[in-house]
């Protein structure tokens, strides 16, 4: 059986895996990323899966998590030498209302700060305030979500925002990230329109208007949209992968493709390297990293070990997410949206008319229950990006949130299957139906369709579990310096050069390549 060493092996080609890797090789380590899907990006992925000539971002679109991302900051130049390409948002999200209304959020602070005046001049003072207030809170709580938690870096964020704000500013701070979005919102704006199109932003987490600890998500996104627009990937997100992957093998590291890990090797208590399915072992020197969900590495890849069975345990308990399913659509034309002409040109349209709707919707799902009505993300990548589909044809990126892994029966009492095979089709007609009652003559602008479901997804990367985009659930009790398990939030694992990076640890989901690099700063010895 042929045997290959290498410093450290990574188990996954996500973006977490690779900006691992690629600090690493930039190190001088000897790195081979190991995947087994025939294509990197794990959850990040472009593929023309409706007809040819359209390019559809499968999974995650908006790559704003990695164009602010410290580890983007650290190999902008090589990654855009190895061809990356940004395209920037100026109309970044909005919100269609069923009354024919609507409301989003422009870069430029007086064309947004005019539209919400429209429904509430105190709040587009208020909004105004907020966005202040970010510029100065920013840097403080993007040093936070920048370091590993707990670390010498989370507590000199803290004490910096002490510094600059006082005792009574770093209360309100801790105060936002306990509060539920609906708190937040109802502390802040009296507009039910605008409170809802920054709920949104929850929904894309696993944070229903009444969670805990679900404000920080629609804060920080609507300042960060409002303050720097949106970065989506040039001709799809696969892009930053594709970038990604180049910057590696210029630096001297492997990807292997189509290579499942079926088994992590260990030697006493230590790991040693990875079997891959055929049989091949590839040994590690240092560090075996797997991109790869805690439940399957420590439920899978790993020999049980009694020495570990109180974490293991623990491991097993972590959440998943609800489920989503993505439904991508090759269009003649973008949706004529009733409520207005000018939501053609932004980058996300929510569908959520209320937090009625998504309490429904997050409760249905929670309970087992096709959602009567789902919470959507409709995505218009080419309104602002044509090369992805021929010219004056268009795609649609919808996402529908919420939804069961397993489904127990449906809301509206329609649809009585239960596997997911059977049920997609028939609810991605729901969900068509209600984007049609949003800009009517839609349908009929169909001209290829691909639905994913949440079974689906998982087939795909099998570290989206039940369809969960979140790779676990980001509630209080599983973020910070609870995710994946207490006591192990800084990528360590309780076996010796075994670590974990990934949505599943902290910083969680998202594509800002935050635990990667920050593991590989760890294990390289920053800077
Ligand atoms: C539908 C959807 C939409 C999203 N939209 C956005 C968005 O717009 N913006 C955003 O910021 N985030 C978005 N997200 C979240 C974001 O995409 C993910 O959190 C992020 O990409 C996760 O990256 P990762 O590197 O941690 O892991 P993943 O991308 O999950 O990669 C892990 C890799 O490990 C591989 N793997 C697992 N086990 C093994 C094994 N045994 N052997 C070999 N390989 C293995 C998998 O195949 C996978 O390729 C979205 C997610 C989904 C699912």
């Known amino acids: 059986m042929r045997m290959s060493t290498y410093d450290a092996i990574i188990i ?44 559809h971002d499968l999974f995650a679109m908006n790559l704003s998590l990695f164009a602010g991302s410290p580890f983007f900051a650290a190999y902008k130049n090589k990654l855009f030498a190895n ?12 919100s269609a209302f069923p009354d024919g209304t609507w409301l989003g959020v422009n870069n430029d602070l007086d064309v947004t700060a005019k539209r919400i005046a429209t429904f509430s001049p105190r709040d587009a003072e208020a909004w105004r ?54 708190e937040f919102l109802d502390a802040n704006f009296e507009n039910d329109k605008l409170k809802v199109m920054m709920a949104c932003w929850g ?36 892009t930053m992968i594709n970038a990604l992957v180049a910057t590696l093998k210029s630096l001297g590291g492997e990807v292997h493709l189509g290579r499942a890990v079926e088994r992590i090797e260990t030697s006493g208590d230590q790991a040693t390297g990875v079997r891959l399915a055929g049989g091949e072992v590839l040994s590690a020197r240092r560090a075996v990293i797997a991109n790869a969900h805690p439940k399957l590495v420590f439920g ?44 053609k040109k932004f980058a996300y349209v929510h569908l959520a008319p209320t937090f009625g709707t998504m309490v429904a919707a997050y ?51 329609e649809i009585t299957a239960t596997d997911w095979d059977a049920v997609k089709e028939l609810y991605a007609e729901r969900v068509l139906k209600l984007i049609e009652h949003y800009a009517p003559g839609f349908s009929s602008k169909i001209l290829g369709k691909a639905v994913f479901s949440p079974l689906d997804l998982e087939r795909e990367n099998p570290n989206l579990i039940g369809g969960d985009s979140l790779s676990g659930s980001h509630h209080l009790d599983q973020n910070f310096v609870f995710r994946p398990v207490f006591g192990w939030s800084r990528y360590k694992t309780p076996v010796k050069s075994l670590y974990i990076c990934g949505a599943s640890t902290w910083p969680g989901a998202g594509v800002g390549a935050g635990s990667g690099f920050m593991l590989a700063k760890m294990l390289a010895g920053a800077p």
């Open 203 to 238: 929904m894309h987490l696993d944070f229903s208007p009444d969670v805990a600890g679900g404000a920080l998500f629609p804060y920080l996104e609507s300042m960060a949209n409002q303050s720097f627009g949106m970065a989506l990937g040039q001709g799809g997100a696969a």
């Open 300 to 343: 899978r890849l790993l020999v049980a070990d009694n020495t570990r069975a109180a974490f293991d345990a623990k491991v097993a308990a972590f959440r998943a997410g609800p489920g989503t399913m993505m439904i991508h659509l090759a269009l003649s034309g973008l949706p004529d949206w009733t409520a207005g002409e000018e939501l």
């Open 12 to 55: 996954g080609a996500g973006h977490n895996g690779l900006a691992a890797a690629v600090h690493l090789a930039a190190k001088g380590w000897k790195v081979a990323v190991v995947e087994q899907a025939q294509e990197p990006g794990g959850a990040v992925k472009t593929r023309e899966v409706t007809l040819p000539g359209f390019k």
């Open 83 to 94: 061809g990356m390409g940004i395209v920037g948002a100026t109309d970044t999200f909005s």
């Open 363 to 413: 409760a249905q799902a929670s309970s087992g229950l096709l959602p009567k009505e789902p919470v959507l993300v409709v995505g218009q990548p080419t309104a602002l990006d044509p090369s992805r589909a021929p010219e004056g044809k268009h795609v649609l990126w919808i996402q529908v949130r919420v939804l069961p892994a397993m489904i127990r029966g449906d809301a509206a009492n």
């Open 129 to 182: 305030t907020m966005v202040a207030d970010f510029a100065k809170d920013a840097p403080h709580i993007f040093a936070l979500l920048g370091s590993a938690m707990p670390s010498w870096g989370s507590a000199k964020a803290l004490w910096g925002a002490y510094r600059a704000k006082g005792m009574a500013g770093v209360g309100e701070l801790a105060k936002l990230v306990l509060s539920s979005p609906r």
